[in-house]
């Protein structure tokens, strides 16, 4: 049996530069990996032939649709061995369709325990099959914070990130990120200050100066189509967030506290509204 917890991620920033011919964005984003979010993946023997896979949490497909499974299926398919007979089981704590890449995770951690298993393929190998699956998949092979470029696939990590505090508010309701993409031209906002300007502050772990810098290009139509999430946000910052943005295409809300004790704080503010939070530390680099 092998077992990996894999991290959610946040976009500090996330900027879309370009719609390509492929369909796909070009992005400009800076990822954070949330090792205290994490799914737990199990990899075991299966009882009968193949692939099997258990998740007990609503809307995750437990057949091929699952991004974990597809990732099974091609790491063998790509090193020309049969299937051999495997169990999956997810344990989920990351939200479903949440924009926290919960499924893109679990997919790269299979990778990872396979080739730790097998080692059957290059590094090279699973960034090409991690691409293949989905846009976030590769920055989970190496989940550290990291810029990237492309469609998130062009990774670069970054030097060095001060510790932040952060808030997280869960929302029920999936948004597919396709939704997000499509409807952001008509709900655009000014540009954002320059990336070099947010690594500048997380270096120094200014969260003050971070907050300043935190953009979500796919967070306006969200927040107009979801009037909610804009009431989460001003609620996080009416609790003492620094700011807070939808992450990724949503609908998780985060925000940046300047301290432990405001972070508590406004964690406790936001449970007493009903609203489901946790609150977290990211790791200095
Ligand atoms: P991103 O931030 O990359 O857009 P997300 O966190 O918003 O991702 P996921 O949790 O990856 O979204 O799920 C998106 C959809 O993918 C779900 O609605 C679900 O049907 C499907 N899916 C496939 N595999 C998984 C998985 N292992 N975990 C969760 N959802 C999965």
Redesign the pocket.
């Known amino acids: 049996m092998a077992v990996l917890l894999t991290p959610g991620k946040i976009n500090l920033f996330l900027d879309v530069t370009s719609r390509r011919a492929d369909g796909y964005h070009d992005i400009e984003t800076l990822f954070l990996p949330i090792p205290s979010l994490s799914d737990r993946i199990e990899l075991s023997p299966s009882t009968g032939p193949g692939l099997s896979l258990e998740c007990a949490s609503v ?3 437990c057949d091929e ?4 499974w597809r990732a099974a299926e091609a790491y063998f398919r790509l090193a020309g061995q049969p299937l051999p007979s495997l169990h999956i089981r ?1 344990d ?1 704590n ?11 995770s ?1 997919a790269a951690a299979v990778l990872r325990l396979l080739n730790q298993q097998h080692g059957l393929l290059s590094d090279a190998d699973l960034r090409g099959i991690a691409l293949a699956i ?1 846009a ?1 998949v590769p920055f989970f092979l190496d989940p550290r914070p990291a810029c990237a470029t492309g469609v998130g696939e062009e990774l670069r990590p970054i030097a060095k990130s001060g510790k932040l505090f952060l808030v997280f508010a869960f929302s029920a309701f ?1 948004i597919p ?1 396709a939704w997000a993409y499509k409807n952001r031209m008509g709900h655009l906002r000014g540009a954002p200050r320059p990336l070099s300007g947010m690594l500048a502050a997380l270096a120094e772990g200014d969260g003050e100066a971070v907050a300043a810098h935190v953009f979500n290009g796919l967070a306006p139509a969200i927040r107009h189509k979801f009037p909610l999430l804009e009431r989460v946000r001003r609620d996080l910052i009416a609790g003492g967030c620094l700011a807070a943005e939808v992450s ?2 949503g609908p998780t809300v985060f925000g940046i506290a300047p301290d432990a004790a405001a972070a508590e704080a406004c964690r406790a503010v936001l449970i007493q509204t009903g609203w489901p939070t946790s609150m977290t530390v990211t790791a200095e680099v």
């Open positions: 809307g995750v497909p649709r699952n991004l974990a997810i989920k990351l939200p479903v369709a949440g924009g926290m890449g919960g499924g893109s679990d989905g976030d999936p990120a990724g295409s």
